[in-house]
Protein backbone atom coordinates (compact mmCIF):
# COMPACT_ATOMS: atom_id res chain seq x y z
CA UNK A 1 0.00 0.00 0.00
CA UNK A 2 1.17 3.26 -0.89
CA UNK A 3 1.06 6.57 0.51
CA UNK A 4 0.11 10.35 -0.57
CA UNK A 5 -0.54 13.02 0.96
CA UNK A 6 -3.51 15.30 -0.04
CA UNK A 7 -3.32 19.34 0.40
CA UNK A 8 -6.54 20.24 -0.03
CA UNK A 9 -7.65 23.36 -1.84
CA UNK A 10 -6.58 26.60 0.20
CA UNK A 11 -8.35 28.78 3.08
CA UNK A 12 -8.10 32.30 3.02
CA UNK A 13 -4.94 32.04 1.75
CA UNK A 14 -1.80 29.62 0.61
CA UNK A 15 -1.40 27.52 3.74
CA UNK A 16 1.98 27.95 5.51
CA UNK A 17 4.61 25.14 5.58
CA UNK A 18 3.27 23.14 2.59
CA UNK A 19 5.78 22.82 0.64
CA UNK A 20 7.70 21.59 3.32
CA UNK A 21 5.60 18.93 4.23
CA UNK A 22 5.78 17.88 0.71
CA UNK A 23 8.97 17.76 0.84
CA UNK A 24 9.95 15.80 4.13
CA UNK A 25 6.90 13.70 2.33
CA UNK A 26 9.03 12.86 -0.37
CA UNK A 27 12.29 11.95 1.51
CA UNK A 28 10.08 9.33 3.52
CA UNK A 29 9.01 7.54 0.41
CA UNK A 30 5.61 8.71 -0.21
CA UNK A 31 4.80 8.14 -4.31
CA UNK A 32 1.99 11.50 -4.43
CA UNK A 33 1.03 14.49 -3.49
CA UNK A 34 -2.33 15.77 -4.26
CA UNK A 35 -4.02 19.07 -4.79
CA UNK A 36 -8.36 19.92 -4.85
CA UNK A 37 -10.06 22.92 -6.05
CA UNK A 38 -13.71 24.00 -4.93
CA UNK A 39 -14.55 27.67 -5.49
CA UNK A 40 -11.41 28.97 -4.59
CA UNK A 41 -7.90 28.29 -5.36
CA UNK A 42 -7.16 25.96 -8.19
CA UNK A 43 -5.74 22.35 -8.26
CA UNK A 44 -3.24 23.10 -11.31
CA UNK A 45 -0.96 25.92 -10.12
CA UNK A 46 0.23 24.56 -7.21
CA UNK A 47 1.15 21.82 -8.00
CA UNK A 48 3.38 23.34 -10.53
CA UNK A 49 4.88 24.95 -7.87
CA UNK A 50 5.57 21.92 -5.69
CA UNK A 51 6.96 19.91 -9.12
CA UNK A 52 9.77 22.75 -9.04
CA UNK A 53 10.49 22.31 -5.90
CA UNK A 54 10.45 18.28 -5.89
CA UNK A 55 11.77 15.79 -8.52
CA UNK A 56 10.62 12.00 -7.78
CA UNK A 57 6.83 12.60 -5.63
CA UNK A 58 4.02 11.99 -8.31
CA UNK A 59 1.44 14.93 -8.56
CA UNK A 60 -2.64 14.27 -8.65
CA UNK A 61 -5.65 16.61 -8.66
CA UNK A 62 -8.10 15.28 -6.56
CA UNK A 63 -9.94 16.64 -7.64
CA UNK A 64 -10.01 18.83 -10.51
CA UNK A 65 -13.90 20.38 -11.34
CA UNK A 66 -15.09 19.52 -14.93
CA UNK A 67 -17.49 22.11 -14.94
CA UNK A 68 -14.30 24.58 -14.47
CA UNK A 69 -12.88 23.77 -17.60
CA UNK A 70 -14.08 22.67 -21.10
CA UNK A 71 -12.51 18.80 -21.26
CA UNK A 72 -10.26 19.91 -23.75
CA UNK A 73 -8.56 23.02 -21.27
CA UNK A 74 -8.07 20.22 -18.45
CA UNK A 75 -6.29 18.17 -20.90
CA UNK A 76 -4.07 20.73 -21.79
CA UNK A 77 -3.11 21.74 -18.53
CA UNK A 78 -2.43 18.18 -17.73
CA UNK A 79 -0.24 17.44 -20.97
CA UNK A 80 1.77 20.74 -19.97
CA UNK A 81 2.01 19.44 -16.39
CA UNK A 82 3.48 16.15 -16.77
CA UNK A 83 5.65 17.49 -19.50
CA UNK A 84 7.19 20.06 -17.30
CA UNK A 85 7.24 17.50 -14.43
CA UNK A 86 9.34 14.72 -16.22
CA UNK A 87 5.95 12.65 -16.82
CA UNK A 88 4.72 12.83 -13.04
CA UNK A 89 1.32 14.12 -13.78
CA UNK A 90 -1.88 12.04 -12.80
CA UNK A 91 -5.29 13.57 -13.39
CA UNK A 92 -7.95 13.33 -11.19
CA UNK A 93 -11.78 14.67 -12.04
CA UNK A 94 -14.71 15.18 -10.30
CA UNK A 95 -18.03 16.16 -11.17
CA UNK A 96 -19.80 17.83 -8.18
CA UNK A 97 -22.95 18.99 -7.11
CA UNK A 98 -25.31 21.32 -8.13
CA UNK A 99 -25.00 23.72 -5.80
CA UNK A 100 -21.34 24.11 -6.62
CA UNK A 101 -21.67 23.63 -10.40
CA UNK A 102 -24.75 26.35 -10.68
CA UNK A 103 -24.29 28.54 -8.33
CA UNK A 104 -19.69 29.09 -8.96
CA UNK A 105 -19.17 27.75 -12.41
CA UNK A 106 -22.68 28.93 -13.49
CA UNK A 107 -23.58 26.09 -15.28
CA UNK A 108 -25.78 24.03 -15.47
CA UNK A 109 -26.06 20.77 -13.71
CA UNK A 110 -25.92 17.54 -16.05
CA UNK A 111 -29.27 16.19 -16.26
CA UNK A 112 -27.31 12.29 -16.83
CA UNK A 113 -23.61 13.06 -14.52
CA UNK A 114 -22.56 9.42 -16.03
CA UNK A 115 -23.16 10.73 -19.35
CA UNK A 116 -21.24 14.19 -18.83
CA UNK A 117 -18.50 11.81 -17.09
CA UNK A 118 -18.25 9.85 -19.78
CA UNK A 119 -18.09 12.32 -22.76
CA UNK A 120 -15.95 14.24 -20.77
CA UNK A 121 -13.41 11.37 -19.95
CA UNK A 122 -13.73 10.20 -23.75
CA UNK A 123 -12.89 14.10 -24.99
CA UNK A 124 -9.54 13.96 -22.48
CA UNK A 125 -8.31 10.85 -23.75
CA UNK A 126 -8.17 11.77 -27.60
CA UNK A 127 -6.25 14.92 -26.37
CA UNK A 128 -3.66 12.36 -24.94
CA UNK A 129 -3.92 10.04 -27.51
CA UNK A 130 -3.69 12.27 -30.51
CA UNK A 131 -4.18 9.91 -32.61
CA UNK A 132 -6.47 12.37 -34.87
CA UNK A 133 -8.32 15.39 -34.34
CA UNK A 134 -10.73 15.39 -31.73
CA UNK A 135 -14.23 14.81 -32.30
CA UNK A 136 -17.35 13.76 -30.35
CA UNK A 137 -21.06 14.21 -30.94
CA UNK A 138 -22.27 14.29 -27.47
CA UNK A 139 -25.37 15.17 -25.18
CA UNK A 140 -23.04 17.46 -23.24
CA UNK A 141 -19.66 18.09 -24.71
CA UNK A 142 -19.66 18.21 -28.61
CA UNK A 143 -16.37 18.85 -30.76
CA UNK A 144 -16.44 20.61 -33.01
CA UNK A 145 -19.70 22.53 -31.40
CA UNK A 146 -22.67 21.81 -33.13
CA UNK A 147 -24.89 24.30 -31.22
CA UNK A 148 -28.19 26.01 -32.15
CA UNK A 149 -25.88 28.99 -30.98
CA UNK A 150 -22.66 28.39 -32.92
CA UNK A 151 -21.02 29.31 -36.14
CA UNK A 152 -20.97 26.47 -37.49
CA UNK A 153 -17.57 27.05 -38.95
CA UNK A 154 -15.63 24.91 -35.94
CA UNK A 155 -13.26 22.03 -37.28
CA UNK A 156 -12.01 19.05 -35.71
CA UNK A 157 -8.56 20.23 -34.01
CA UNK A 158 -5.56 18.30 -32.74
CA UNK A 159 -3.50 19.19 -30.01
CA UNK A 160 -0.52 21.29 -31.51
CA UNK A 161 1.57 19.92 -28.17
CA UNK A 162 2.86 16.29 -28.38
CA UNK A 163 1.88 14.62 -24.98
CA UNK A 164 4.54 12.62 -23.25
CA UNK A 165 2.54 10.05 -22.10
CA UNK A 166 -0.57 9.42 -24.09
CA UNK A 167 -1.35 7.13 -20.92
CA UNK A 168 -1.59 9.83 -18.54
CA UNK A 169 -3.42 8.41 -15.90
CA UNK A 170 -7.25 9.70 -15.43
CA UNK A 171 -9.15 8.77 -11.86
CA UNK A 172 -12.47 10.02 -10.70
CA UNK A 173 -14.00 10.97 -7.83
CA UNK A 174 -17.35 8.94 -7.91
CA UNK A 175 -20.04 7.82 -5.21
CA UNK A 176 -22.82 6.24 -5.77
CA UNK A 177 -22.57 2.69 -6.80
CA UNK A 178 -23.33 3.52 -10.74
CA UNK A 179 -20.81 5.90 -10.67
CA UNK A 180 -18.21 3.90 -8.91
CA UNK A 181 -18.88 1.28 -11.02
CA UNK A 182 -18.49 3.37 -14.29
CA UNK A 183 -15.30 4.47 -12.69
CA UNK A 184 -14.14 0.78 -12.96
CA UNK A 185 -14.27 1.03 -16.72
CA UNK A 186 -13.39 4.08 -17.65
CA UNK A 187 -11.08 5.31 -15.51
CA UNK A 188 -7.79 4.16 -14.24
CA UNK A 189 -8.53 5.11 -10.68
CA UNK A 190 -11.15 5.89 -7.80
CA UNK A 191 -10.95 9.05 -5.64
CA UNK A 192 -13.45 8.03 -2.91
CA UNK A 193 -13.79 11.14 -0.64
CA UNK A 194 -14.38 9.53 2.55
CA UNK A 195 -13.82 5.72 2.72
CA UNK A 196 -14.50 3.02 5.33
CA UNK A 197 -12.66 -0.37 4.72
CA UNK A 198 -15.46 -1.99 7.36
CA UNK A 199 -18.51 -1.13 4.38
CA UNK A 200 -17.38 -1.89 1.13
CA UNK A 201 -21.01 -2.69 0.44
CA UNK A 202 -21.75 1.19 0.96
CA UNK A 203 -19.86 1.48 -2.67
CA UNK A 204 -22.02 -1.00 -4.95
CA UNK A 205 -21.04 -4.17 -6.38
CA UNK A 206 -18.24 -2.86 -8.38
CA UNK A 207 -16.61 -3.76 -4.70
CA UNK A 208 -18.16 -6.73 -3.70
CA UNK A 209 -21.17 -5.15 -1.93
CA UNK A 210 -25.04 -5.17 -3.17
CA UNK A 211 -26.70 -2.14 -5.31
CA UNK A 212 -27.84 -1.60 -8.71
CA UNK A 213 -25.32 -1.30 -11.26
CA UNK A 214 -23.57 -4.72 -11.12
CA UNK A 215 -20.52 -4.37 -13.81
CA UNK A 216 -18.74 -6.71 -15.65
CA UNK A 217 -14.98 -5.54 -14.06
CA UNK A 218 -12.18 -5.46 -16.81
CA UNK A 219 -11.70 -9.14 -17.87
CA UNK A 220 -13.32 -10.89 -15.41
CA UNK A 221 -16.88 -10.57 -16.27
CA UNK A 222 -17.61 -11.08 -12.42
CA UNK A 223 -18.82 -7.77 -9.91
CA UNK A 224 -15.89 -7.82 -7.04
CA UNK A 225 -12.76 -7.80 -9.27
CA UNK A 226 -10.76 -4.67 -10.16
CA UNK A 227 -9.42 -4.27 -13.06
CA UNK A 228 -5.42 -4.99 -13.19
CA UNK A 229 -3.15 -1.90 -12.11
CA UNK A 230 -6.56 -0.36 -11.19
CA UNK A 231 -5.54 2.49 -8.19
CA UNK A 232 -8.22 3.09 -5.71
CA UNK A 233 -6.74 6.23 -3.29
CA UNK A 234 -9.10 7.75 -0.67
CA UNK A 235 -8.35 10.53 1.22
CA UNK A 236 -7.85 9.82 5.03
CA UNK A 237 -7.63 12.02 7.62
CA UNK A 238 -4.40 11.06 9.96
CA UNK A 239 -3.11 12.20 13.37
CA UNK A 240 -0.91 10.60 16.03
CA UNK A 241 -2.35 11.82 19.23
CA UNK A 242 -3.07 10.87 22.53
CA UNK A 243 -6.56 11.58 22.69
CA UNK A 244 -8.64 10.53 19.51
CA UNK A 245 -11.58 12.16 20.19
CA UNK A 246 -9.41 15.25 19.76
CA UNK A 247 -7.73 14.19 16.83
CA UNK A 248 -11.47 13.66 15.26
CA UNK A 249 -12.77 17.11 15.28
CA UNK A 250 -11.15 18.15 12.37
CA UNK A 251 -12.32 15.41 10.37
CA UNK A 252 -16.13 16.25 12.23
CA UNK A 253 -15.72 19.37 10.55
CA UNK A 254 -14.68 18.35 7.30
CA UNK A 255 -18.02 15.77 7.10
CA UNK A 256 -20.32 18.62 9.11
CA UNK A 257 -19.40 21.24 6.45
CA UNK A 258 -19.48 18.58 3.33
CA UNK A 259 -22.89 16.85 4.85
CA UNK A 260 -24.66 19.77 5.97
CA UNK A 261 -23.30 22.47 3.30
CA UNK A 262 -22.13 20.82 0.17
CA UNK A 263 -25.19 20.43 -1.56
CA UNK A 264 -29.01 20.83 -1.39
CA UNK A 265 -31.34 19.54 1.32
CA UNK A 266 -32.95 17.52 -1.66
CA UNK A 267 -29.48 15.96 -3.48
CA UNK A 268 -26.44 15.83 -1.45
CA UNK A 269 -24.29 13.05 -2.63
CA UNK A 270 -22.63 12.99 0.32
CA UNK A 271 -24.90 12.75 2.51
CA UNK A 272 -26.28 10.26 0.66
CA UNK A 273 -23.27 8.02 1.14
CA UNK A 274 -23.35 8.68 4.80
CA UNK A 275 -26.62 7.00 4.81
CA UNK A 276 -25.69 4.14 2.62
CA UNK A 277 -23.08 3.23 5.16
CA UNK A 278 -25.29 3.08 8.05
CA UNK A 279 -25.45 6.32 9.43
CA UNK A 280 -28.97 8.07 7.76
CA UNK A 281 -30.38 9.40 10.82
CA UNK A 282 -27.70 11.24 11.38
CA UNK A 283 -27.16 12.56 8.27
CA UNK A 284 -30.48 14.00 7.54
CA UNK A 285 -29.82 15.62 11.38
CA UNK A 286 -26.31 17.02 10.03
CA UNK A 287 -28.17 18.67 6.67
CA UNK A 288 -30.91 20.49 9.00
CA UNK A 289 -28.48 21.61 11.80
CA UNK A 290 -26.73 23.19 9.08
CA UNK A 291 -29.35 24.66 7.13
CA UNK A 292 -30.52 26.31 10.12
CA UNK A 293 -27.84 28.29 10.83
CA UNK A 294 -26.49 25.64 13.72
CA UNK A 295 -23.18 24.58 12.26
CA UNK A 296 -21.66 24.28 15.61
CA UNK A 297 -24.48 21.51 16.68
CA UNK A 298 -24.00 20.33 13.09
CA UNK A 299 -20.36 19.42 13.52
CA UNK A 300 -21.78 17.93 17.43
CA UNK A 301 -23.81 15.66 15.62
CA UNK A 302 -21.44 14.01 13.65
CA UNK A 303 -21.22 10.19 15.44
CA UNK A 304 -18.09 9.44 16.79
CA UNK A 305 -18.11 6.22 15.28
CA UNK A 306 -18.51 7.18 11.73
CA UNK A 307 -15.44 9.52 11.76
CA UNK A 308 -13.25 7.74 13.59
CA UNK A 309 -13.79 4.31 10.99
CA UNK A 310 -13.07 6.60 8.01
CA UNK A 311 -9.71 8.20 9.76
CA UNK A 312 -6.36 6.82 11.31
CA UNK A 313 -6.36 8.89 14.57
CA UNK A 314 -4.57 8.20 18.06
CA UNK A 315 -1.33 6.78 19.55
CA UNK A 316 0.69 4.98 17.45
CA UNK A 317 -0.08 1.92 18.33
CA UNK A 318 -3.71 2.34 17.64
CA UNK A 319 -2.96 3.37 14.42
CA UNK A 320 -0.83 0.61 13.64
CA UNK A 321 -3.33 -1.83 14.74
CA UNK A 322 -6.59 0.10 12.36
CA UNK A 323 -4.20 -0.35 9.34
CA UNK A 324 -4.96 -4.26 8.71
CA UNK A 325 -8.11 -3.38 6.81
CA UNK A 326 -7.13 -0.59 5.32
CA UNK A 327 -4.63 -3.16 3.92
CA UNK A 328 -6.56 -6.15 3.34
CA UNK A 329 -9.31 -4.63 1.23
CA UNK A 330 -8.80 -2.67 -2.07
CA UNK A 331 -6.94 0.24 -1.41
CA UNK A 332 -3.79 1.13 -3.40
CA UNK A 333 -3.03 4.11 -1.71
CA UNK A 334 -3.81 6.12 0.96
CA UNK A 335 -3.95 9.94 0.55
CA UNK A 336 -3.12 11.87 3.73
CA UNK A 337 -4.95 14.99 4.29
CA UNK A 338 -2.13 17.40 5.54
CA UNK A 339 -0.80 15.75 8.12
CA UNK A 340 1.93 17.14 10.27
CA UNK A 341 5.58 16.43 10.29
CA UNK A 342 5.09 13.32 13.29
CA UNK A 343 2.11 12.00 11.45
CA UNK A 344 3.87 11.99 8.23
CA UNK A 345 6.45 10.15 10.10
CA UNK A 346 4.97 7.97 11.69
CA UNK A 347 2.74 6.62 9.01
CA UNK A 348 5.58 5.68 6.93
CA UNK A 349 7.46 3.58 9.27
CA UNK A 350 4.38 2.42 9.53
CA UNK A 351 2.79 1.56 6.22
CA UNK A 352 6.07 1.39 3.81
Known amino acids: MRLGIALGYWGRGPTPGQLDLVRSAERLGYTSVWTAESWGSDAFTPLTWIAAHTSRIRLGTAVAQMAARSPTATAMHALTLDHLSGGRMMLGLGLSGPQVVEGWYGRPFPASPLTATREYVSVVRQVLRREGPVTLDGRFHSHPYRGPDGTGLGRPLRSITHPLRASLPVLLGA ?9 LRIAD ?7 SPLRADAYGPALGGTGTAAPEAAGTGAPGALPDGFTVAPLVH ?5 DPAEGLLPVKRMLGFYIGGMGHATRNFHADLMARMGYEEAARRIQGLFAEGRRAEA ?13 LVGPRERIAERLAPWRSGPVTDL ?6 PLTLRTLAELAL
Not at 238 to 242: D, I, K, L, M, Y
Not at 335 to 340: E, G, S, V
Open 175 to 183: EGPRNVAQT
Open 189 to 195: GWLPLYW
Open 238 to 242: ARVCA
Open 335 to 340: LLTAPD
Open 299 to 311: VRAVPDSFADEIS
